[in-house]
């Protein structure tokens, strides 16, 4: 066996509470021979209530430079932070018939995106609070579950994004990466349903499209505290510090893509009352707007 499928790719599509359309994504190994991918998706399950369980095999598609195939879910169990519902897939390479690799990934086919300037989980507007986990160290993934707080974490933890995954909590990561890093970091974000938004540094210039890597992950771009943002071309979300509120709106007026304004913590507590911080700012913020997204860090 190689490690060919560790370059998959997974793509929601077309869907709808009646339907889901995974699309499953390898680049054409560069050995001469007849390239298929095979397997299925059972599921759903999840921690929090029994589920009734059924098995979606993928069907071949021949078209385009890569090696692609489909699964359609009738009646999709879509995760999220509240409900959050696991699939798991098993996928096989195979050459002219023969099996050259075999993965087995937990996944969530979850609906998180910017559409038309507005952040929407579920198909509807949904506001991200986020809290830095080093103000409560100490707290499981439980306490955020059930205070309904996103948690901002730097770096890459995958161990972290599994159990996440797993107890319904909602991850934005902060990547400060090389260019050359940057598309397998995205690429191993990916694979978790959790892995919602990375934020990458204000200058981080691509010469590839991130959403050919990782086309689930909101992309956000850091915005140099006092400085107008100028979002580069993958920017989903602008990620702005707030000082003086007053000072925050004429900054962020008129910005293309949705804004997600950020405030320092100066002390540490449980989930429920850095929550509160990110309502306060919230409710701070209110006379100049509604923003997409309210974190403390």
């Given at each position: 066996m190689?490690?060919?499928l560790?370059n998959l790719?997974?793509?929601?599509?077309?869907?709808?509470?009646?339907?889901?359309?995974?699309?499953?994504s390898?680049?054409?190994?560069t050995?001469?021979g007849?390239w298929q991918?095979?397997?299925?998706?059972?599921?759903?399950?999840?921690a929090?209530?029994?589920?009734?369980?059924?098995?979606?095999p993928?069907?071949?598609?021949?078209?385009?430079?890569s090696?692609?195939a489909?699964?359609?879910?009738?009646d999709?169990?879509y995760?999220?932070?509240e409900y959050?519902?696991?699939?798991k897939l098993?996928?096989?390479?195979?050459?002219?018939?023969?099996?050259?690799?075999?993965?087995?990934?937990?996944?969530?086919l979850?609906r998180?995106?910017?559409?038309r300037?507005?952040?929407?989980?579920?198909?509807q507007?949904?506001?991200?609070?986020?809290?830095?986990?080093h103000l409560?160290?100490?707290c499981?993934?439980?306490?955020?579950?059930?205070?309904?707080?996103?948690l901002?974490?730097?770096?890459?933890?995958e161990?972290?994004?599994?159990?996440?995954?797993?107890?319904g909590?909602l991850?934005?990561t902060?990547?400060?990466?090389?260019p050359?890093?940057?598309?397998?970091?995205?690429?191993?974000?990916a694979?978790?349903?959790?892995?919602?938004?990375?934020?990458?540094?204000a200058?981080?210039?691509?010469d590839?499209?991130?959403?050919?890597v990782?086309?689930?992950v909101?992309?956000?771009q850091q915005?140099?505290p006092?400085?107008?943002?100028?979002?580069?071309?993958?920017?989903?979300l602008?990620?702005?510090?707030?000082?003086?509120?007053e000072?925050?709106?004429?900054r962020v007026?008129?910005l293309?893509?949705?804004?997600?304004a950020?405030r320092?913590?100066n002390?540490?507590?449980s989930?429920?009352?850095?929550r509160?911080?990110?309502?306060r700012l919230?409710?701070?913020l209110?006379?100049?707007?509604?923003y997409?997204?309210?974190?403390?860090?």
């Amino acid at each position: 066996m190689t490690d060919t499928l560790a370059n998959l790719t997974l793509i929601l599509a077309d869907s709808s509470p009646a339907v889901a359309r995974l699309t499953v994504s390898l680049p054409r190994p560069t050995a001469s021979g007849v390239w298929q991918l095979a397997g299925s998706l059972h599921g759903p399950r999840s921690a929090y209530g029994e589920t009734l369980p059924a098995t979606y095999p993928l069907r071949a598609l021949e078209v385009g430079e890569s090696v692609l195939a489909e699964c359609i879910v009738p009646d999709p169990c879509y995760w999220s932070p509240e409900y959050p519902m696991l699939y798991k897939l098993r996928v096989e390479l195979l050459e002219s018939g023969n099996v050259r690799d075999r993965v087995e990934r937990i996944v969530g086919l979850r609906r998180l995106s910017v559409r038309r300037g507005v952040l929407t989980l579920e198909a509807q507007r949904w506001v991200l609070r986020a809290v830095s986990r080093h103000l409560a160290p100490d707290c499981t993934l439980d306490d955020w579950h059930e205070s309904a707080t996103s948690l901002l974490v730097d770096g890459l933890d995958e161990g972290l994004l599994q159990q996440a995954s797993e107890r319904g909590v909602l991850v934005v990561t902060c990547l400060d990466s090389q260019p050359g890093d940057l598309a397998a970091h995205l690429r191993t974000l990916a694979r978790w349903p959790a892995a919602g938004v990375a934020v990458l540094p204000a200058r981080t210039r691509l010469d590839w499209d991130p959403s050919q890597v990782a086309p689930q992950v909101v992309l956000a771009q850091q915005c140099p505290p006092g400085q107008r943002p100028v979002p580069e071309s993958w920017c989903r979300l602008a990620w702005c510090e707030v000082g003086d509120p007053e000072e925050f709106r004429r900054r962020v007026a008129d910005l293309q893509v949705p804004v997600v304004a950020v405030r320092r913590a100066n002390e540490s507590g449980s989930p429920d009352q850095l929550r509160a911080g990110c309502d306060r700012l919230q409710r701070d913020l209110a006379p100049f707007g509604q923003y997409a997204g309210y974190v403390v860090s």
